[in-house]
């Protein structure tokens, strides 16, 4: 099984990241022109904090706030779970399986962000070790 360090080699693109005092418009903003579900908050190279689309439904639209009007600081979750590179993809599903997140910040043994593995990578990651597995076996079978 792949780490998240092979995981992350493979992914293009460059990681989305907001401030903790920017807008909450803003970083929706960023969001949807990356196509993404959550943004890593980054106070110059610090992580701490991470805004997803769920912190956004619940903390600013449930309690009639308006984005323009509301920091990012102020819904950001902050107590912030996150995986070194080493990590396997699965010891990730197991982690965002049991907490009940899609996203984890992948971080190195310094505190430096390396990236973002979302549910999704991890998902079609499993799916492609599996069918490999599976033409394994076919050849195998029929060989």
Do not use: W
């Amino acid at each position: 099984m792949k780490t998240l360090r092979q995981i992350l080699a493979g992914k293009s693109g460059q990681l989305v990241t907001v401030s903790p005092d920017d807008q909450v418009f803003h970083a929706l903003q960023l969001m949807a022109d990356a196509n993404v579900g959550a943004l890593l908050v980054l106070d110059g190279e610090q992580l701490v904090g991470i805004f997803s689309e769920r912190d956004y439904a619940r903390k600013v639209i449930l309690f009639g706030k308006a984005s323009k009007d509301t920091l990012v600081r102020e819904i950001m979750s902050d107590k912030v779970l996150y995986v070194t590179p080493d990590r396997t993809v699965d010891e990730c599903m197991a982690i965002m399986t049991e907490k009940h997140f899609r996203h984890l910040p992948v971080l190195d043994d310094k505190g430096k962000v390396l990236g973002v593995i979302s549910i999704g990578d991890v998902v079609k990651e499993t799916i492609c070790a599996q069918q490999f597995i599976i033409q394994q076996m076919e050849k195998y079978i029929t060989g």
